[in-house]
């Protein structure tokens, strides 16, 4: 069984730049979460995906946006990259339904300059 | 919506000792499930121990046990026999019913685990 994987583990950006980091989910998992983490911080919820629909958000700007794919991997885009969008991003994949554990990846450790 | 609180920033233990670590949560729900996640240095996020709000039993993983208290809305972790290994942050965490399965995550606390 394959664990959850992120790309890029690093990725430095200069403000007013877009980027895009990648997840693909555990083997069995149709629902992928993305969480931001800044430095010294519990995880944020920014969105969730199921069956490649937004499955609900939190307080984020329309300039995150994200993807899901037939095979449940998932994207995260950030446009306009601010200096505050320096964190680490978590993807998170789980079966549908509350309760269920969410396994995390490694994250993606964003730097905006 | 949905708030957790961890009181503890850092707490920091010798080998074997057993250490307690606080949440307090607030919610209007009544059915919910609350969870205590592990990050250690590695960054990667495992999940310790997972109560459903409707058990009364408090959850139990070997050394790691809650106490839950749902009038009182917390939720602590206790680690017994504590290991160099445990040292990690560990983050409480809230799951309701409505809406997206999403965690609400408290701000955590850096345990450290002493030789």
């Known amino acids: 069984e394959t664990g959850v994987t992120q790309s890029p583990t690093h990725l430095i950006k200069t403000r007013g730049q877009q980027v895009t980091l990648r997840c693909s989910s555990q083997?069995?998992?149709?629902?992928v979460s993305w969480y931001q983490q800044a430095l010294g911080q519990g995880p944020q919820f920014i969105f969730q995906y199921y069956r490649e629909e937004e499955n609900g958000r939190g307080n984020f700007p329309p300039r995150f946006s994200g993807l899901q794919f037939p095979n449940y991997s998932s994207e995260l885009n950030v446009n306009a990259l601010e200096l505050d969008d320096s964190a680490l991003y978590l993807c998170a994949s789980s079966s549908t339904g509350v309760g269920y554990e969410q396994y995390f990846g490694p994250g993606t450790r964003l730097t905006v300059t | 919506a949905q708030t957790v609180t961890q009181s503890q920033p850092e707490m920091s233990v010798q080998e074997a000792e057993t250490v307690t670590l606080s949440c307090t949560y607030d919610t209007s729900e009544n059915n919910y499930y609350l969870f205590w996640y592990k990050q250690p240095p590695s960054r990667q996020m495992i999940l310790v121990i997972r109560q459903e709000a409707y058990k009364q039993q408090n959850a139990t993983e070997n050394r790691f046990s809650v106490n839950f208290q749902k009038a009182a809305k917390s939720f602590s972790l206790k680690i017994s026999d504590s290991q160099l290994g445990d040292t990690a942050m560990y983050f409480c965490a809230f799951m309701g019913y409505q809406g997206a399965q999403k965690l609400v995550f408290g701000q955590g606390t850096r345990l450290t685990i002493n030789p």
């Open positions: 083997s069995g998992h149709n629902t």
